[in-house]
């Protein structure tokens, strides 16, 4: 691959300078802004060079060797600035900030930290990591025992940063989770991660949602695959998939046993056929351990959806299914309910932005209601289901005790949806946190309000505080690796609520910033919903 180093697994030495992206190549260098990565073995190059030296590397030792030692490592933040000025680098703010914190942690005791440099950090001023901020960063990690997950979402690391992290992943024995998600990683950062992973043993949740990786960075994964024995969970989702690297994931998959969570999200599809979904339909009949499929935004219509019900028959692994975003109707909610009148693993099914309207709402909830106790989370957002079909689906709730989440905004509400809901909630038999509605009375009348739970509550974006992916209010998120620690994310958002059926979000904004706004509009504030933090405010127009 032209201008671009080709990893080899982490027995793989730094050769030198012949092994740096651009070398000898002015396109090169201009495209990723720095010169080679290493000095030659001989001794340092003339002071006109910005190049840093090369760093020999001793033979690997095996990584259980490494995973052991807890032997006194220095500050992380002193590190960082030494490497910086040895490598004649600017220092980062942004990350020197986040290294004091983690060390802190350290002090403290704390072991399995996950280091979160995400650059759509609101809490304080972010300076967005390059791949050159990258690569100093790495170097720190490298033998730290401490940490175990390394989150750097919407920075700017780019196929340049890819070729770090490639490096990072052959030297570092304790990383389980790694989030590159919207990074402007292309089809050669894609590869090189990929093929960095061949011997990688210990990485176990793979994000690299949004980097156009395209249908070459798939192929290149979907080989990994076949060679990979810890990676867990694998999201690729918007990453402009092509029809032939889906089809080599479902091969792959029908073979390896050890991949729990697969998204494949809006492929690059140009057919009418729905081959992606027979062909992943196919593979859930051979794989007896997936436990989440993605496939949202795959064209999914009803005859899809049935090849993917007669799979499920045969399925006695997977716990949550996302075809959220396709072409189903009611007809498919008939094959669907079938289903689950025998199926005891499905435990999340996320069905939102499809049209099973009414009469699909209505067919599920006899299933749930008379026969399935499996089915514990399940989302029907705008799915133009009306009210008769609302309220079936609440009895199901009622009536189905292991039905603890619902998903319903979207659809048309009429008074009795109101009514049937505000109930459950006040029952106890809904949770306030385990569905996307809030209940509100204006002049004796109940009506429903969003509120900002649902499967994928914290997919795009984590809290500023409390937990990142509770069971409840993130019931699609159960298997996330990671989980347990908050990561510093985007600050929530601010919901107006003006009616039933409509909503302006001003995103930032706090109550006391907002307070003139609502006073010119006439509205009311009212008391922000059970758990809501101070960036939640729900307001009126009486």
């Not at 020999?56 to 002193?78: F, K, Y």
């Not at 659809?411 to 049937?420: G, L, M």
């Not at 937990?467 to 990561?487: I, K, L, T, V, Y």
Request: with cysteine; net charge negative; charged share 20%.
């Amino acid at each position: 691959m032209a201008g671009i180093p080709q990893p080899t697994g982490c027995d793989a030495q730094e050769t030198g300078p012949a092994h740096a992206p651009g070398r000898h190549d002015n396109a090169a260098t201009r495209r990723w802004g720095h010169t080679s990565m290493w000095r030659s073995r001989e001794g340092p190059t003339p002071a006109k060079s910005s190049a840093p030296p090369r760093i020999p590397t001793p033979s690997p030792r095996p990584a259980w060797v490494l995973a052991n030692r807890r032997e006194p490592i220095g500050s992380l933040q002193e590190h960082y600035n030494n490497l910086c000025k040895e490598k004649s680098k600017k220092i980062n703010p942004f990350i020197l900030h986040i290294l004091q914190g983690v060390d802190e942690e350290i002090e403290q005791g704390l072991e399995g930290i996950t280091l979160n440099v995400a650059g759509n950090n609101q809490l304080i001023p972010v300076e967005r990591v390059t791949g050159d901020d990258f690569w100093i960063l790495s170097k720190v990690l490298e033998k730290n025992p401490y940490i175990n997950g390394l989150d750097v979402r919407y920075n700017i690391l780019r196929d340049v940063g890819a070729y770090y992290a490639a490096k990072l992943l052959q030297k570092q024995y304790n990383l389980i989770y790694l989030n590159l998600m919207f990074n402007d990683i292309g089809p050669e950062g894609g590869d090189l991660i990929a093929k960095a992973l061949y011997k990688n043993v210990t990485l176990k949740y793979l994000r690299m949602t949004g980097n156009k990786i395209e249908n070459e960075g798939g192929m290149s994964f979907a080989a990994m695959l076949q060679i990979n024995s810890s990676l867990e969970k694998l999201d690729l989702g918007d990453c402009d998939l092509g029809m032939q690297s889906v089809i080599a994931f479902a091969t792959v998959l029908t073979q390896n046993q050890k991949i729990k969570g697969i998204n494949l999200n809006r492929p690059i599809l140009y057919g009418e056929q729905e081959e992606s979904t027979v062909h992943l339909s196919h593979m859930l009949k051979e794989n007896h351990c997936l436990v989440e499929l993605h496939m949202s935004k795959h064209g999914m219509r009803n005859g899809g959806m049935k090849q993917l019900c007669d799979a499920l028959y045969l399925s006695k692994s997977l716990r949550y299914l996302d075809v959220s975003c396709n072409k189903i109707t009611r007809d498919g909610m008939v094959f669907l309910a079938d289903v689950l009148k025998s199926n005891t693993t499905l435990e999340v099914i996320d069905l939102s932005f499809n049209r099973i309207e009414t009469a699909g709402a209505k067919c599920l909830s006899e299933t749930l209601t008379s026969h399935n106790r499996s089915l514990k989370a399940l989302s029907v957002v705008s799915n133009n289901i009306e009210g008769e079909g609302l309220v079936a689906l609440s009895q199901s709730v009622n009536t189905n005790l292991t039905l603890s989440n619902i998903y319903i905004w979207g659809n048309k509400f009429d008074e009795a949806t109101c009514v049937a809901y505000s109930e459950l909630i006040q029952t106890g038999c809904l949770k306030p946190d385990n569905t996307d509605v809030e209940p509100y009375v204006v002049d004796g009348r109940v009506h429903l309000a969003e509120v900002s739970n649902g499967l994928k509550k914290h997919y795009y974006w984590t809290p500023t505080y409390g937990e990142a992916c509770s069971h409840s209010a993130n019931a699609g998120h159960q298997q996330d690796w990671g989980a347990g620690r908050p990561f510093a994310g985007e600050l929530a958002d601010v919901w107006i609520c003006v009616s039933t059926s409509h909503q302006r979000e001003y995103s930032g904004m706090t109550p006391l910033s907002m307070a003139p706004l609502l006073f010119l509009f006439g509205l009311t504030i009212l008391c922000p919903p059970p758990g809501a933090g101070p960036e939640t405010l729900h307001v009126l127009n009486l």
